[in-house]
C-alpha cells in the first residue's frame, strides 16, 4: 500500500488489527434520579414517577383563599361558559389540567412529558404531577392520568381546548386507550379570559392575567414556557434535573393560577359591581351579553360602565353600542341623549370623526321618522355634512358626502313643502 496512503491512515486512527485502538470514553454519569422530587408509582405498564403536592383550602394564591372557589354557585359557572352540563356539577370534583410538552406545535410527534392535574380532596387542594422519566414510561403515565380523570365530573384547562386535550387525546389514541375526558364538560378559561380583558389588557395570557388581574408574582425559579421543550430535551441527554424542577414550579403556578382564575371570573359575572371590575371591563362585559343575547345585563353593564372614567376611544364606543341597543328594542328617544354625547365627542378628536358622522345621521333620521321635526332633522344634516367636509380627499369621502347631500336635499325639499302647505 501507498506509504503516503498509510500514514493518513494512522494519522486518522485507523490501524490494523486491535491492539493500538484507544479505548472510548466512558459514558457521562448522569445526575442521581433521586434528586427528583416525588415518587415513582408501579403500574401494570411500568413506572412512572408522581409529585404530590397539597395546599391548606386557606391557601391563598392570589387576592383569595383556593377554597373560595367552592363557594361560587355551579350555576354561575355554567351561565358564564354557556356549558349547561356544569350546572349539576360539584365544583370540589373539577379537574385542573395543565400540560407541558416536548413541543408547542402538535401533532402526532409531540408527547406530554408533564401531566398536571389539581383538585380538591377533604378540604386541600391536591396537585399531582406524572413526569416522564423516559418517554417509554407514557403508557404507566396515561393509566395513572385515566384513573384520576374517571373521578372527575369536569375538566378546567387554559387553552386545553386548542392545545392540551388534542394533544392528549392523541396520545390515547395511539396506546390504543379510550380518552376519558371526551364525555366530560369542558371549561377552557382562556375564551373567556380573552371575552373580559381584550380592550383593557395587552396580553390574555396566564402570566400575564397573575400581574395584571390575580396579583400573582412567580419566582425567579420559574422558567419560560417556550424553553421548557429545549429543557426536557436536555435532561434526556443529560439526566440533570435542575431544569426539570423549575418546569414543574411553573406547571404547579399554572394550575393555581387556574383555580383563582375560575373564581375571579365567576365572582366577575355573578356581581360586576360588587367584584370592583374597572371601567374598561364593564364595557367588555356588556359586549359579551350583548353577543349572547342578553340585554338587559347588556345595557346595565354599558350604563356602569359610563359612570365611570373612561378613555375616549372607549367612551364613544360604550355610547355607540349602548344607543344601537335601544335602537334595537324600539328605544330611540333614549339613545337620543347617548347619539348627541357621541356627535360632540366625536367632533373633539380627529379620530372619532366617523362616530360624530355616524352619530348626527342617527339623530337626522329620528328627527325625521320619529320627533317628526324637519328643521332638526336638517341641522343634524349640516352638521353631519361639514364634518364630512374636512375629512381627506378619497372615494369614501365622496360616498359619505354624496349621501349626505342627497338626504340633506330631500329634508329641505320636504320642508318647503310643508311651507307651502302651510301658506295656503
Same mark, same amino acid.
Given at each position: 500500500m501507498?506509504?503516503d496512503?498509510?500514514r493518513?491512515?494512522?494519522?486518522?486512527?485507523v490501524v490494523?488489527g486491535t491492539g493500538?485502538l484507544?479505548?472510548p470514553?466512558?459514558p457521562?454519569?448522569?445526575v442521581?434520579?433521586a434528586e427528583? #422530587?416525588g415518587e415513582t408509582?408501579e403500574?401494570?405498564?411500568g413506572p412512572?414517577?408522581?409529585?404530590?403536592?397539597?395546599? /391548606?383550602g386557606?391557601?391563598?394564591?392570589? /387576592?383569595t #383563599?383556593?377554597?373560595?372557589?367552592?363557594?361560587c354557585p355551579?350555576? &354561575?359557572?355554567?351561565h358564564?361558559?354557556?356549558?349547561?352540563?356544569?350546572?349539576?356539577?360539584?365544583l370540589s370534583r373539577?379537574l385542573f389540567?395543565?400540560?407541558e410538552t416536548?413541543?408547542l406545535?402538535?401533532? &402526532?410527534? &409531540?408527547? /406530554?412529558?408533564l401531566?398536571g392535574?389539581?383538585?380538591?380532596?377533604?378540604g386541600?387542594f391536591?396537585l399531582?404531577?406524572?413526569?416522564l422519566?423516559d418517554?417509554?414510561?407514557?403508557r404507566?403515565m396515561?393509566h395513572?392520568l385515566s384513573h384520576?380523570m374517571?373521578q372527575?365530573?369536569?375538566?378546567?384547562s387554559?387553552n386545553?381546548?386548542?392545545?392540551?386535550l388534542?394533544?392528549?387525546?392523541t396520545?390515547?389514541?395511539l396506546a390504543?386507550?379510550?380518552?376519558?375526558?371526551?364525555q366530560r364538560?369542558h371549561?377552557?378559561?382562556?375564551?373567556?379570559?380573552?371575552r373580559l380583558?381584550?380592550?383593557?389588557l395587552?396580553s390574555r395570557a @396566564?402570566t400575564?392575567?397573575?400581574?395584571d388581574v390575580l396579583?400573582?408574582?412567580?419566582?425567579?425559579a420559574?422558567v419560560?414556557?417556550?424553553?421548557?421543550p429545549?429543557?426536557?430535551?436536555?435532561y434526556?441527554?443529560s439526566?440533570?434535573?435542575?431544569p426539570?424542577?423549575?418546569i414543574?414550579?411553573?406547571?404547579v403556578v399554572d394550575?393555581?393560577?387556574m383555580?383563582? @382564575?375560575t373564581? &375571579?371570573?365567576?365572582?366577575f359575572?355573578?356581581?360586576p359591581e360588587?367584584?370592583?371590575?374597572?371601567?374598561?371591563?364593564?364595557y367588555?362585559?356588556g359586549?359579551w351579553?350583548?353577543a349572547?343575547?342578553e340585554? $338587559?345585563?347588556?345595557?346595565?353593564?354599558?350604563?356602569?360602565a359610563?359612570?365611570?372614567?373612561?378613555?375616549a376611544?372607549?367612551?364613544?364606543?360604550v355610547?355607540?353600542?349602548?344607543?344601537?341597543?335601544?335602537?334595537r328594542?324600539?328605544r330611540?328617544?333614549e339613545?337620543?341623549p347617548?347619539w348627541?354625547q @357621541?356627535?360632540?365627542?366625536?367632533e373633539?378628536?380627529?379620530?372619532?370623526?366617523?362616530?360624530?358622522?355616524?352619530?348626527c345621521?342617527e @339623530?337626522?333620521?329620528?328627527?325625521?321618522?320619529h320627533?317628526h321635526?324637519?328643521g332638526?332633522a336638517?341641522?343634524?344634516?349640516?352638521r353631519?355634512?361639514?364634518?364630512?367636509?374636512?375629512?381627506?380627499p378619497?372615494?369614501?369621502?365622496e360616498?359619505?358626502?354624496?349621501e349626505l347631500?342627497?338626504r340633506l336635499g330631500?329634508? $329641505?325639499r320636504?320642508a318647503g313643502?310643508?311651507?307651502m302647505?302651510?301658506?295656503?
Amino acid at each position: 500500500m501507498n506509504e503516503d496512503l498509510l500514514r493518513r491512515l494512522r494519522q486518522l486512527g485507523v490501524v490494523k488489527g486491535t491492539g493500538r485502538l484507544k479505548p472510548p470514553p466512558p459514558p457521562s454519569r448522569p445526575v442521581p434520579q433521586a434528586e427528583l #422530587p416525588g415518587e415513582t408509582v408501579e403500574t401494570p405498564y411500568g413506572p412512572c414517577h408522581v409529585v404530590e403536592t397539597r395546599y /391548606p383550602g386557606d391557601h391563598r394564591h392570589g /387576592p383569595t #383563599p383556593l377554597r373560595s372557589l367552592l363557594d361560587c354557585p355551579s350555576a &354561575t359557572l355554567a351561565h358564564l361558559a354557556d356549558l349547561p352540563d356544569l350546572a349539576e356539577v360539584d365544583l370540589s370534583r373539577l379537574l385542573f389540567l395543565d400540560t407541558e410538552t416536548t413541543g408547542l406545535a402538535g401533532g &402526532t410527534g &409531540t408527547i /406530554p412529558f408533564l401531566v398536571g392535574l389539581g383538585r380538591f380532596e377533604g378540604g386541600q387542594f391536591v396537585l399531582r404531577q406524572y413526569f416522564l422519566r423516559d418517554p417509554d414510561q407514557e403508557r404507566a403515565m396515561l393509566h395513572l392520568l385515566s384513573h384520576q380523570m374517571e373521578q372527575a365530573q369536569a375538566l378546567v384547562s387554559f387553552n386545553g381546548r386548542g392545545f392540551d386535550l388534542p394533544i392528549l387525546e392523541t396520545r390515547f389514541l395511539l396506546a390504543r386507550r379510550p380518552a376519558p375526558f371526551l364525555q366530560r364538560p369542558h371549561l377552557d378559561l382562556l375564551p373567556l379570559a380573552r371575552r373580559l380583558w381584550r380592550i383593557r389588557l395587552p396580553s390574555r395570557a @396566564l402570566t400575564a392575567l397573575e400581574q395584571d388581574v390575580l396579583g400573582v408574582r412567580r419566582e425567579q425559579a420559574d422558567v419560560p414556557g417556550y424553553l421548557i421543550p429545549f429543557l426536557y430535551r436536555d435532561y434526556l441527554r443529560s439526566g440533570n434535573v435542575a431544569p426539570i424542577r423549575r418546569i414543574l414550579y411553573h406547571n404547579v403556578v399554572d394550575i393555581l393560577s387556574m383555580v383563582t @382564575l375560575t373564581e &375571579t371570573l365567576s365572582r366577575f359575572w355573578a356581581d360586576p359591581e360588587a367584584a370592583g371590575l374597572a371601567p374598561t371591563d364593564r364595557y367588555s362585559l356588556g359586549r359579551w351579553y350583548e353577543a349572547r343575547g342578553e340585554v $338587559e345585563a347588556a345595557e346595565r353593564a354599558y350604563r356602569a360602565a359610563l359612570t365611570r372614567e373612561l378613555p375616549a376611544p372607549i367612551r364613544r364606543a360604550v355610547l355607540r353600542h349602548l344607543s344601537f341597543l335601544l335602537k334595537r328594542q324600539d328605544r330611540r328617544s333614549e339613545a337620543v341623549p347617548l347619539w348627541t354625547q @357621541l356627535a360632540e365627542l366625536g367632533e373633539a378628536e380627529e379620530e372619532g370623526e366617523g362616530d360624530a358622522v355616524l352619530a348626527c345621521v342617527e @339623530l337626522a333620521k329620528y328627527y325625521e321618522w320619529h320627533a317628526h321635526d324637519i328643521g332638526a332633522a336638517i341641522t343634524w344634516s349640516r352638521r353631519a355634512l361639514r364634518v364630512v367636509t374636512g375629512w381627506p380627499p378619497g372615494p369614501h369621502r365622496e360616498r359619505v358626502e354624496g349621501e349626505l347631500r342627497h338626504r340633506l336635499g330631500r329634508l $329641505e325639499r320636504k320642508a318647503g313643502e310643508r311651507l307651502m302647505v302651510q301658506d295656503l
